[in-house]
C-alpha cells in the first residue's frame, strides 16, 4: 500500500482522496488549539506560505487524544487557526492518532516510519508520555501533539519529527524535496 491509497475527510466531511495530493511534498501534522506547541501553527503557516507555490502541501489533523487539548468541533478548531494563526492550509476533520480508533492514514504514517526519540527538548515530555505509555520507547505510537511526517513527491515517508521539533528546524528537510 502506498499513502495514495487512502481518503480522509475533511472538515466538513467529505471525502478526500489522498491521491489528489500525488506529486507534492506533504508535511502532515496532527495538532491541537490548547497545547503548549500550538504556536508551531505560526512556523507551519510561514513554511507553507514559503513553499506552497512550489509543491508543499500542510495537511493538519487536529486531535484531542493528547491531554484533551484540542476541544471544540472541526469549524470552532478550523476559526481558531484562522483568526490566531491566519492559516491557509488544509485542515481535516478531527481524528485519533492512536488506539482502536485511529485513522488508517496516521497507521500507515507510523508504519512507516516510528517513535526515533525524543531530542533534549523533548526530554520535558516523557514523564507525561511514560504514564500513558510505559513501553513509549518500543511503540511507533504519537506520542503527543504536534507530531510532524514528511512525504516526498512519490508518496515516500521520509522522516518523522517529534513535537519538539519546530518547524523551523525542519524547513532545510523541505527545501531537499522541493
Not at 514559503?50 to 476541544?71: I, M, R, S, T, W
Request: proline letters at 4%; glycine letters at 8%.
Amino acid at each position: 500500500m502506498s499513502i495514495y491509497d487512502y481518503t480522509v475527510k475533511d472538515r466538513k466531511g467529505n471525502d478526500v482522496p489522498m491521491s489528489n495530493f500525488k506529486g507534492k511534498v506533504l508535511l502532515i501534522v496532527n495538532t491541537a488549539t490548547g497545547c503548549g506547541f500550538t504556536p508551531q501553527y505560526e512556523g507551519i503557516e510561514k513554511l507553507y506560505e514559503k513553499y506552497h507555490e512550489q509543491g508543499l502541501e500542510v495537511l493538519d489533523f487536529p486531535c484531542n487524544q493528547f491531554g484533551n487539548q484540542a476541544p471544540g468541533n472541526d469549524e470552532e478548531i478550523h476559526e481558531f487557526c484562522t483568526f490566531k494563526y491566519n492559516t491557509q492550509f488544509d485542515q481535516f476533520k478531527k481524528i485519533d492518532v492512536n488506539g482502536i480508533n485511529q485513522d488508517p492514514v496516521w497507521a500507515y504514517l507510523k508504519s512507516q516510519k516510528g517513535f526515533e526519540g525524543f531530542d533534549l527538548k523533548g526530554k520535558i515530555l516523557i514523564p507525561i508520555v511514560k504514564k500513558m505509555d510505559p513501553d513509549y520507547k518500543n511503540s511507533s505510537d504519537i506520542k503527543w501533539n504536534f507530531t510532524k511526517f514528511l512525504v516526498d513527491r512519490e508518496g515516500n515517508v521520509v522522516e518523522r519529527f517529534e513535537s519538539t521539533i519546530a518547524p523551523e528546524k525542519i524547513e532545510e528537510r523541505i527545501k531537499e524535496l522541493i
